[in-house]
């Protein structure tokens, strides 16, 4: 009997060893393997595309844009929008490639962000000013929120095409905002927030149940200047006075012939008839070309300057960096951590005379944002200059960042400013108690200890203690605005208070500089390193190579596998059983404990 049960128990090791070589074999194929095959992959998609003759590219806005592409090789396996940097950049080339003969894009029916509609209009003009026809198609626009900067960037083609019967709905701007004051009200929950000022309105929506005078004014004020510029911009493509211009969007809806009829938009006729008409003007032995199939070769532009940086930034800011995210799709978070390492690598570049640094922000951690600033700092201490260009938005911390740049660059429609500062807590006790549930807490230490446990408002010392802080933080975030533009601060508070501005309020008032897209920020960049003729754009985001983003993948399957082994260690030790018993109360407890710390966002 022992003999059998010794044998048994060499036969179960050698099949447990068989099996653990079997998994290190199969981790070691996929982790050597596979990423050499993918890498392959990109390598061979990323050859340009075998063009002959006159090509029409087709453009497809209706998937939705981000503002700028990942910087990770392997972001097309996330099924991520393509960007319309990434856009811009690509009619760039294309407006000099003799092999390509037009473009046409398919229009979204919706709303587009304003600042993207502006910096791909300019983009389209730069393409028709290479003698290169552009032919829209839309299947219909209608009235969601910002449709007229979609009908503003279709205007920059001069050849609107719309679909038979499909509706014209460009009337206006509209937006709307829950107020869950009441709701609150009713069930028991205290939205403890402070703010800085009276326009700085994010939590609003927790606090009232409509819009205050000040919110009021902000919305309607920056709408009210992204109307215009869709306006001004719209007659001065279509050959109209502005006033003929809002007459005739606001006298509707239409349907597609009748907004022919009315001159807003050139032809009637389906997809087909669109697509031979683009063709013809392109050339006869032309043909129509997906854009994302359309790879130009990347051409040399060193000038004898040196080179210009590029760092991105896009979505909310916060400290770390992004080394447990998705490696295949990207981030749309900006990690304090990466951005100052590309500025730090930036610096340390011998042959890079300037940066410019992409921005699309609407807020986030101060002390993040303080981080990015201070890299920024450092690069113009180290005689580099720093231009920023502004995309959707550069609002809140994403206006600390750039405050102190060299130059910012902002298109017309841009959001920004919003220089104040709100934090709190939702205090969810007596909600939580209407339902059985009660919250109770212990402390030790100082008075504030326990200002951010979710039991119960903060008290009235908490309160003033808060407030001070929210004070510091604001006050910070002035004195910077004032030393970046150069305005006293007594200037800075006075169009400060939270509020959001266009970029063409804000260079008015003094916090931008000009009104552009990327391209002329880089030119900015340019003159102001002194660099003459063509200068070498270069990248300077993490995980720019195939290599990169296979390191992080391989950090993050390590430690999914070290947290599973610790599970497993835990799982097998002789308290496991008694511990799984309490697991439902502990998590229950653990969630009736949850702190909801204050953010502070700008």
């Known amino acids: 009997m022992a003999f059998a049960i010794n044998s048994a128990k060499t036969l179960a090791m050698k099949q447990f060893l068989i099996t653990i070589g079997g998994v290190f074999v199969g981790l070691a194929l996929f982790f050597v393997g596979a990423p050499l095959l993918v890498i392959a992959v990109i390598a061979s998609a990323s050859q340009p595309a075998p063009l002959a003759g006159h090509n029409v590219l087709v453009l497809d806005l209706r998937r939705g844009l981000s503002d700028q592409d990942s910087p990770s090789p392997f972001a097309f396996f996330s099924g991520k929008a393509q960007s319309v940097i990434g856009i811009e950049q690509t009619l760039r080339r294309a407006q000099d490639d003799g092999q390509v003969g037009g473009l046409l894009v398919r229009l979204p029916e919706g709303g587009m962000a304003p600042a993207a509609a502006d910096e791909l209009r300019g983009a389209f003009k730069r393409f028709r000013a290479a003698g290169k026809p552009i032919l829209v198609f839309s299947q219909g626009l209608y009235a969601d929120g910002m449709v007229p900067s979609t009908y503003e960037l279709a205007a920059a083609s001069g050849d609107i095409w719309m679909q038979p019967a499909a509706s014209f709905q460009v009337t206006g701007l509209a937006r709307q905002d829950v107020f869950f004051k009441r709701f609150f009200d009713r069930h028991g929950v205290k939205a403890d927030y402070q703010q800085r000022y009276e326009y700085k309105n994010a939590v609003n929506s927790y606090l009232y149940d409509d819009y205050t005078t000040a919110h009021r004014e902000s919305e309607l004020g920056w709408m009210g200047s992204v109307y215009q510029t869709v306006l001004t911009s719209v007659a001065a493509d279509r050959a109209l006075s502005v006033a003929e211009v809002k007459a005739r969007l606001e006298a509707g809806p239409y349907s597609a012939e009748d907004a022919k009829a009315k001159g807003l938009i050139d032809a009637v006729g389906d997809l087909r008839a669109a697509d031979q008409a683009i063709l013809a003007k392109a050339g006869s ?254 990248s300077f985001d993490a995980d720019s190579s195939p290599f990169d983003a296979m390191r992080k993948m391989v950090g993050a399957s390590a430690r999914v596998m070290g947290l599973m082994s610790q599970a497993d260690a835990v799982a097998q030790s002789p308290g496991a059983r008694a511990l799984a018993a309490g697991v439902g109360d502990a998590a229950l407890r653990a969630r009736g404990a949850t702190v909801l710390a204050p953010r502070f966002v700008r």
Not at 323 to 333: E, H, K, M, Q, V
Not at 396 to 407: L, T
Not at 436 to 453: E, H, L, N, Q
């Open 285 to 538: 032995d032309a043909r129509l070309v997906a854009f994302k199939d359309y790879q130009p070769a990347a051409t040399s532009t060193i000038g004898a300057g040196g080179t210009v940086a590029v760092i991105g930034a896009e979505g909310a800011i916060m400290t770390g960096e992004d080394g447990a995210a998705n490696p295949l799709g990207g981030s749309d978070t900006i990690y304090s951590d990466d951005v100052s390492k590309a500025f730090y690598a930036a610096i340390d570049d011998k042959d890079v005379k300037a940066i410019v640094f992409r921005v699309s922000s609407p807020g986030g951690s101060d002390t993040a944002s303080e981080q990015i600033l201070s890299a920024v700092r450092a690069a113009k201490a180290a005689g580099k200059p720093v231009v920023i260009s502004m995309g959707t938005y550069a609002a809140s911390g994403g206006y600390w960042i750039s405050s102190q740049a060299s130059e910012i660059v902002a298109q017309p429609t841009t959001l920004t400013g919003s220089i104040g500062v709100f934090g709190g807590k939702f205090a969810l006790g007596e909600a939580l108690a209407k339902f059985g549930v009660d919250m109770r807490g212990v402390k030790v230490g100082g008075d504030f200890a326990d200002a951010y446990s979710s039991t119960a408002p903060m008290t009235a010392s908490q309160t003033a203690a808060f407030s001070a802080v929210i004070d510091r933080i604001y006050g910070g975030f002035v004195d910077r605005v004032a030393s970046g533009r150069r305005l006293t601060p007594e200037r800075v508070r006075d169009i400060a208070k939270g509020r959001v501005w266009t970029g063409e309020q804000a260079k008015t008032l003094g916090l931008v500089d000009s009104l552009g897209g990327f391209y002329d920020a880089v030119d900015r960049a340019k003159a102001l390193a002194g660099i003459k003729g063509k200068a070498r754009l270069r």
